[in-house]
T-cell receptor
Framework: GAVVSQHPSRVICKSGTSVKIECRSL??????MFWYRQFPKQSLMLMAT?????????EQGVEKDKFLINHASLTLSTLTVTSAHPEDSSFYIC???????????????FGPGTRLTVL | DQQVKQNSPSLSVQEGRISILNCDYT??????FLWYKKYPAEGPTFLIS?????DKNEDGRFTVFLNKSAKHLSLHIVPSQPGDSAVYFC???FGSGNTPLVFGKGTRLSVIA
């Protein structure tokens, strides 16, 4: 299957700092990537949909000025958590769909996730 | 409002027996359903899917059943293996593959040897 990577896998930062998380599709081009967040024992919640070359679409309740998303190329999307606070501590996961699609199968490929801890 | 519900947070099954994971949804407009498996500190990996026009899809030890009238789907794993122990997420989608997934809260499956 297609491979999606995320970097870093784990980050600890001080309150007030900004953190950038990268999501890369390694062997396919992804016009659309999705960013999810998962709190302990909760479901994956969609934060935003990232389209290459255009502005991201944010879900209701997600602050676009706090969670900056850039999808500058067909293989890279970045999520920057600006002025991070302890309540932003979570597991952030991206997913991507092959531009050409996989015949008969419409699954998204997920990255391994990034554990953010804000002290 | 949770559109995709997995009401059992955990399930324990003996190795070799059948595991049945259940999922209910509220929105009849969903037209594609997927099951993902997730290990701790890893992203979900795709397991099996089913279109709303079908009622069953089988792939090896994994079978997904869809009951549209009841808005219910289930994942059957048989025989269950210790390596199947993970959290299983049910997800649903509208339309094409470029739409985001709506996830349930997951069910933690423990397969006991």
């Amino acid at each position: 299957g297609a491979v999606v990577s995320q970097h870093p896998s784990r980050v600890i930062c001080k309150s007030g700092t900004s953190v950038k998380i990268e999501c890369r599709s390694l062997d396919f081009q992804a016009t659309t990537m999705f960013w999810y967040r998962q709190f302990p024992k909760q479901s994956l919640m969609l934060m935003a949909t990232s389209n290459e070359g255009s502005k991201a679409t944010y879900e209701q309740g997600v602050e676009k000025d706090k969670f900056l998303i850039n999808h500058a190329s067909l293989t890279l999307s970045t999520l920057t958590v600006t002025s991070a606070h302890p309540e932003d501590s979570s597991f952030y996961i991206c997913s991507a769909r092959d531009r050409a699609g996989l015949a008969g199968v419409y699954e998204q490929f997920f990255g391994p996730g990034t554990r953010l801890t804000v002290l | 409002d949770q559109q995709v519900k997995q009401n059992s947070p955990s399930l324990s099954v003996q190795e070799g027996r059948i595991s049945i994971l259940n999922c209910d949804y509220t929105n009849s407009m969903f037209d594609y359903f997927l099951w993902y498996k997730k290990y701790p500190a890893e992203g979900p990996t795709f397991l099996i899917s089913i279109s709303s026009i079908k009622d069953k899809n089988e792939d090896g030890r994994f079978t997904v059943f869809l009951n549209k009238s009841a808005k219910h789907l289930s994942l059957h794993i048989v025989p269950s293996q210790p390596g199947d122990s993970a959290v299983y997420f049910c997800a649903a989608r509208f339309g094409s593959g470029n739409t985001p997934l709506v996830f349930g809260k997951g069910t933690r499956l423990s397969v006991i040897a």
